[in-house]
């Protein structure tokens, strides 16, 4: 549809450039549901946890549970998303997130939390490259970043609605309704993903086995160093997400004496700014290349996060969350598509598989390191660290990666040619 200038409209744009497709369109709505339900628990989660009697250092090793099963899982589920299918790891991984967050609403001691955690954490190894790997199949080439950006836009409007309508029926109505809405929206998600038709895959010439995933790792660095540097980036970025995960909302409970109710505005807050700006910094990105605007929000984040340590109120906090959430959403489309433009089409679960078993070892790192951090240093100290991981990510893109000069676009059939690679160094020689 065109608006009253004559000019065509965002539908009309999506729809020329290929991505306004049935399965895209499925799959983009599958992720507000699913994201909702996420984002539901996001603020009760460590408030749960207190009430069960665990202290804030054994907080940070239970809730680490989660990503050892995500590491564990992660091989055999990349493996499977490349063997059997996208569609149905992702259905597969839903419906066990949906049975642990149910469950989760009946626990009555720490050793039922940290064993439904964990049965939590092989849900999402099952969903997460083969979710990632379907995206990319569906959509043109030279969209890749457009699509990551519509993507973290659908599953911010989620995200966004969910810590708000969480925090608020836990704290003013119910602490446990969060976990049975949660259940049920993780089905429906399901649901709307089995009508999805996956495109045809091509098999690599090495007969894929559990144990190829590094393999597969291996030879998309050697295709495209690039692929190291976003890998350290990975490990850095899991150590960070645990501090967002545990650690600053600790502190916001401790040090700001925030509500359940305002813990979640807060989160609801950052993340409406990132679906604010997740597809237009996307969109830009496909432009005029990744590295900048992965350089600019990586810095913003780290600025947003450490000034964490000078709030003096909820307010404050609402402010530094836009902040550090704008950072996110400039960078996070760039670094999704430029780790789509280092991998092989037909690797790509095993490979992103390969990567987010690192980030999940960055997960592990992050909630048992900061915790103690937090319980035995101070609570700031895990913010410092936080925000000099976040600086330390942005400069290992900054020095050992650069865009290759864009093509013009000649027809409807072009595609990009934006293929990045990591500069050289005498020993990598």
């Known amino acids: 549809m065109a608006d009253d200038r004559g000019k065509p409209g965002i539908r009309d744009r999506l729809r020329k450039s290929g991505l306004l497709t049935r399965d895209f369109s499925i799959l983009m709505s599958a992720l507000v549901v699913v994201s909702l339900g996420f984002g539901l628990l996001a603020p009760i989660m460590p408030e749960l946890a207190r009430n069960l009697g665990i202290t804030d250092g054994a907080m940070g090793g239970i ?10 899982a992660l091989p ?8 059997v299918g996208r569609k149905k790891m992702i259905i597969g991984g839903l419906i066990v997130f949906s049975v642990t967050t149910f469950g989760l609403a ?14 939590e954490g092989v849900g999402a190894a099952m969903v997460a490259p083969a979710t990632f790997a379907l995206t990319i199949d569906i959509v043109p080439e030279d969209k890749r970043a457009t699509a990551m950006g519509i993507e973290g836009t659908v599953q911010m409007i989620g995200i966004f609605a969910g810590p708000a309508i969480g925090g608020y029926i836990a704290g003013e109505i119910n602490f446990i309704y969060p976990f049975y809405l949660g259940a049920g929206l993780s089905v429906l998600c399901a649901i709307i993903v089995s009508s999805i038709k996956e495109p045809a895959r091509s098999q690599s010439d090495e007969h894929p086995s559990l144990f190829t995933m590094f393999g597969a790792w291996k030879r998309n660095v ?12 990975g490990l850095v970025m899991g150590i960070v997400q645990g501090l967002f995960m545990l650690g600053l909302i600790l502190y916001w409970y401790d040090e700001i004496s925030m509500s359940l ?18 597809l237009y910094f996307g969109t830009l990105s496909d432009k005029h290349g990744r590295v900048p605007f992965i350089l600019i929000g990586g810095a913003i984040m ?9 709030a003096e109120n909820v307010m404050h906090i609402y402010i530094l969350m836009a902040i550090s959430e704008l950072g996110a959403a400039i960078s996070n489309p760039s670094v999704g598509a430029l ?8 690797e790509r679960g095993r490979v992103m598989g390969a990567y987010q078993t690192v980030q999940g070892i960055g997960n592990i790192l992050g909630l048992t390191g900061l915790s103690i951090v937090y319980a035995r240093i101070s609570h700031d100290a895990p913010i410092i660290v936080g925000a000099a991981a976040l600086a330390l990510a942005t400069a290992i893109i900054a ?3 650069r865009d290759k000069k864009r093509l013009p676009a000649t027809g409807a059939n072009s595609t990009s040619t934006n293929i990045t690679a990591i500069r050289s160094t005498p020993k990598d020689e």
């Open 63 to 72: 809730f680490a549970l989660y990503f050892v099963a995500l590491v564990l």
């Open 76 to 83: 055999p589920s990349g493996y499977l998303a490349d063997k």
């Open 106 to 119: 009946f626990v009555t001691d720490a050793l039922q939390f940290a064993v439904l955690r964990a049965i």
């Open 222 to 233: 050697q295709a495209n160093r690039t692929l190291i540097a976003l890998t350290v980036r």
């Open 261 to 278: 109710t305002e813990v979640g505005i807060a989160m609801s807050i950052g993340t409406a700014v990132m679906a604010a700006g997740t």
């Open 302 to 310: 780290a600025t947003g996060l450490a000034g964490m340590i000078f």
């Open 339 to 346: 780790l789509a433009d280092t991998m092989l089409k037909e």
């Open 399 to 401: 020095i050992y990666v």
